[in-house]
């Protein structure tokens, strides 16, 4: 799971910048490809409290999850922080949820057309997977992290 992990902290910048979707006559984003970062640009030109909350659940809370979990792993932090980092993991799920929602509003009212891209198949991958970091570390015995950071 420790790898995983890790390799979270490199796809995660990776699904920010990646195209979430194909959009054509959208009001709010007038672009053609918007990917987490062009949408937050959008957000926060337009709508400065909307653009705060995004980005703290697509960018700061999956990747402190991450880096938080890490360090359990690796035996630098305690393992009772693993509730924190889990809460932080449905935090950031939260933002899968908006972009289906609006992917959802626009399609059914007919404002335009959207298709979705890869990106947002690799960022649903990495909260998902962060999220099964989560889980599959909680169900490991904390003892074993705290004996690695006695064995150091």
Known sequence: MRWINLSLLVLFPVAWFAPL???GLLPLFGLEQISVITGLQALWSSDIALALI??????FAPYLKTL???LVHFGLADPRLL???TYMGKLAMADIF??????????????GRIETQWGLYLFTVCILASIACSIFTKRVDPQQFSRK???D
């Open 149 to 151: 950071i006695g064995e």
């Open 83 to 85: 509730p924190i980092l």
């Open 68 to 70: 938080g979990l890490a």
């Open 21 to 23: 979707m194909q959009a």
């Open 54 to 59: 995004v980005t703290v659940f697509a960018l």
């Open 98 to 111: 908006l972009i289906a929602l609006y992917i959802t509003v626009v399609k059914g009212i007919g404002i």
